[in-house]
């Protein structure tokens, strides 16, 4: 036997360890090549957009202008902005860096720019949101975690019946649901708003109060939250038990808690990737819920929007909110790469 | 573990067997039952009841025996309207998904067979629908163009068909290296022939959950529009009744309940039926979605 | 180097051990009535096809028989006359990794994809040692030097995908002789490798047991494997042992028509090809198992009693026995 093992198999010594510096530079072009294919998928989304208001019945600056009655300045302004005497390519890239400097249109209705009008709304839709996601998320998957060790037990099919009632719920009927009971019979919890009209709270008061009303439109958003995470948690969970580098964890000796360790990082990796795969789902939910709760987010500014037919501040919201998603999803992808080291080789 | 046993005997494919193919537990028969049972109900029972909009003398009944799910503001029979509203939800769904099945099958065999910058190019465009909040320009595009139910069920169609066409890419990606397909080949079948009587009939299985799981995402999406005001009036849908019941909701909860229990039992029972599909003809995929 | 079994008393000894698995089919009897011992330093080899129980029962020796659906109902494993079968979980979690340790066939999946080589060494000292970090980390490298790989420090810090099928399957060793076991069980340990590594691996895995002084249970379907490492072999056959020899005898004369069908098939230097024997037929449904010999179906010399009566283990030699009517009694 040769005391030098590499000399005797070179073939096999092409795919040794690399060091960390290329490594690094593997992580660098993953995330270069994820940058990189953001951008067609944003064109597309300005394109989609564009090619709506051209299509709709009528010519585009009525449709822009709606039902109301802008002053003469405000429309020569607007055939000015949309160059509509020019010909359509010239039109679209006007278009086109006009969205790409922020600039989302203007709302005849509410006299204001629609990014303004979004970015007015965002906290109180980010405050819902964020705060279902994060709680339930955790519900989700602890409880998936819990249930995966035993399958098929009570707990598995309780559990399991949730989530697939979580899917079927459209949430804006869970919500009158909700609302109906612990609102307006039980009065636990208000019905409408995000904060109270009648007072003006500040400090811990206030944020009792958005707590308050909080519960309620996070509960039932949260439900979503849980059935997804539970589903897949639970499926990656139980695939990864089933891994042989379990059973090799079991043959070692390890304690349980050591086991369920091994399992873990690859039972909710996947998580994170269906998190961004859901995210519009989540984001029509959130939208329904909003407009039952009264909560005054851009789920709510849109439902105003479309019953007083503000089809600029519609369209400027379709367009924040595909970004939105692209660039959340694009953000998925890197964290998801940094926590598996074999994505960032492909 | 290596162990490997020889294969049980096989059995003669009778009716029987293929309906034990299914592999049926108590959960997916309930879920059938369910469907089947919604199927008859919105498509039979509509023609013996009376228009869904003869109203009546009583307003905001309660469920009594002439009126099982109550009257609503305009004293309309709640009941007579669910059957209705059962047949609008289930024609969108599933022929929207019908819709989103054609142009996804399409293109994705498009896509597949061919590969190279068809292929890229395809599946570029349908990532893009993908990441496009599908609710909200359905949202746009019937708020623009006015909520028809024939339109209603074109956009929600041409919003799901990616899943579909991703699926039948693959399918088409790994069968066209089939032993099969490369003898059909050979021997100079045509491509079309190829594609349709070779590689689509194997692609099928995993093709047909998918088409159930559109049926559902259909119906809700559905219901979403509607409950905004955007369904189509002279064809009430289940969520254009909860569109109705919101500003009641205190003084008559059934005309919110029923409906939602109608899309709630209906929608779970498409997701139990296609979970269970998906279980049984891809074992390994137990449980996923 | 054959070692007397009878010295100290055997490290493992299998007595009667029956493991099935439920499945929907119906029960599998996946071991039957196997024994088998294992002296100190021995190497023992057990052999047969693929889906003839020997990795259900290196499993049923670990308690890692998956279950649901396994089950290990009867008989008795001892560890050093200690009992395994009637330990708590937290004894016998003591007992794997320390005392018996397992190799397993595709070092790929038998390591975690997100855990560098190093954590998945570690961890095992650290549930069975007191040492300290820096201790361990010393041991880490001081361990993958002795299953010679070449900078130990770099395939500490890498994580599984970036070694090769050889590299992986010394560092899977190395995980196992971490804690000196006194008994080392690899399934298959060079069925996923090259030829050439195979050979380099296996020579390895002989040295090394050899250094720390522990025995080896080698699971494997090669016999050629089996000729150049082990001291005793087995060969089981649908969930039972059917003949069990040293080494050199069951090569020189093998008693079992299995046994014989087995060596026969074996592609030998002095041999061409066209006369290499093949096997036929495959292993039996374990569902429903047949009733007398399971091998009398592919078996070329069987007789009328082989269908209806079991064949009984008859001595044909010093430590050797063989299930077969066709063996005089």
Known sequence: MPTDVTATTPDKWTDKPTRSRSEAFASMRYIALKLISAIPMILGVITVNFILIHLAPGDPVSILVGETEPTPEQLAALYAKMGLDQ?????????????????????????????????????????????????FTIVGVALAVYVARKPK??????????????????????????????????????????????????????????????????????????????????AAMRDALSQDYITAARAKGLSERRVLFHAYRNGILPVITVFGLNLTDIL??????????????????????????????????????????????????????????????? | ?????????????????????????????????????????????????????????????????????????????????????????????????????????????????????????????????????????????????????????????????????????????????????MAAQTIGQS???????????????????????????????????????????????????????????TRAWWMAVFPGLGIVITVAALNVFGDHLTDVLNPRLKGAH | MPKDVSQNGPILEVEGLHTILRTTEGVVRAVTDVSISVGRGEIVGIVGESGCGKSMTALSIMGLVPSPPGEVT?????????????????????????????????????????????????????????????????????????????????????????????????????????????????DEPTTALDVTVQAQVLELLKEIIHDIGSSLVLITHDLGVVAETCDRVYVMYAGRVIEEAPMQTLFENPQHPYTQGLLASILRVDQPVEELYVLDGTVPNLTAPPSGCAFRDRCEVAMDICRDQLPIPIATGPCAFAACWRIPQ
């Open chain 1, 87 to 135: 010909p359509l390519w010239k039109q679209y890239i006007d278009y086109l860096f006009g969205i790409l400097q922020g600039d989302l249109g203007y709302s005849y209705v509410l006299q204001r720019d629609v990014v303004d009008l979004i970015v007015d709304r965002i906290p109180a839709t980010l405050t819902l949101m964020l705060t279902s996601l994060i709680v």
């Open chain 1, 153 to 234: 037990s009570a707990g598995d099919q309780a559990g399991s019946f949730l989530a697939v009632l979580g899917y079927s719920i459209p949430a804006f009927w869970l919500a009158q649901i909700i609302l109906l009971i612990f609102a307006l019979e039980l009065r636990w919890f208000p019905s409408n708003g995000m904060v109270s009209s009648r007072h003006m709270y500040e400090g811990w008061d206030y944020f009792v109060d958005l707590l308050h009303h909080l519960v309620l439109p996070a509960f039932v958003l949260g439900m979503r939250y849980l059935a997804i995470n539970f589903r897949y948690a639970r």
């Open chain 1, 284 to 346: 029509a939910g959130s939208v329904l819920t909003e407009i039952v709760f009264g909560w005054p987010g851009i789920g709510r500014l849109m439902y105003d929007a479309m019953y007083a037919r503000d089809y600029p501040l519609l369209m400027g919201i379709f367009v924040f909110v595909s970004i939105g998603i692209i660039l959340t999803n694009l953000v998925i992808d890197i964290v998801y790469s940094l926590f598996d080291p074999r994505v960032r080789q492909q």
């Open chain 2, 1 to 181: 573990m290596s162990m490997t046993y020889s294969a049980p005997k096989p059995v003669r494919p009778t009716f029987r067997a293929s309906v034990a193919k299914l592999h049926l537990n108590t959960s997916s028969t309930i879920a059938i039952a369910v469907l089947i049972g919604m199927l008859l109900f919105a498509f039979l029972l509509p023609l013996a009841l009376g228009t869904p909009n003869a109203m009546g003398d009583l307003s905001f009944g309660p469920p009594s025996l002439a009126h099982p799910m109550g009257t609503d503001d305009l004293g309309r029979d709640v009941f007579t309207r669910f059957a209705y509203g059962a047949r609008s939800s289930l024609s969108v769904g599933i022929l929207a998904a019908l819709t989103a099945s054609i142009i996804g099958i399409s293109i994705g065999a498009i896509a597949g067979y061919s590969r190279g910058i068809v292929d890229i190019a395809l599946m570029r465009v349908s990532e893009l629908f993908q990441v496009i909040p599908r609710f909200f320009l359905a949202l746009l595009v019937i708020a623009i163009f006015g909520s028809n139910i024939m339109f209603i069920i074109l956009t929600i169609g041409l919003l799901g068909w990616p899943e579909v066409a991703r699926i039948t890419r693959g399918e088409f990606l790994s069968l066209r290296e089939r032993e099969y397909v």
């Open chain 2, 191 to 249: 491509k079309r022939k190829i594609i349709f009587s070779e590689i689509l009939p194997n692609a099928m299985p995993p093709l047909i959950v998918a088409m159930t799981m559109q049926v559902s995402s259909a119906i809700l999406l559905e219901a979403g529009l509607s409950f905004l005001g955007l369904g189509d009036p002279s064809n009430p849908s289940w969520g254009l009744m909860l569109n109705e019941a919101q500003q009641f909701l």
């Open chain 3, 74 to 186: 009867e008989g008795r494993i001892l560890l050093d006359s200690a009992d395994l079968r009637s330990m708590s979980q937290s004894a016998f979690q003591k007992v794997r990794g320390r005392r018996i340790a397992m190799i397993f066939q595709d070092p790929m999946t038998y390591l975690n994809p997100v855990l560098t080589i190093g954590t998945q060494i570690d961890e095992m000292l650290r549930q069975h040692t007191g040492q300290n970090r820096k201790q361990r980390e010393a041991r880490i490298l001081d361990l993958l030097r002795k299953v010679k790989i070449p900078d130990p420090e770099r395939v500490a810090a890498a994580y599984p995908h970036q070694l090769s099928g050889g590299m992986r399957q010394r560092v899977l060793i190395a995980t196992a002789i971490s804690c000196e076991p006194e008994l080392i069980i690899a």
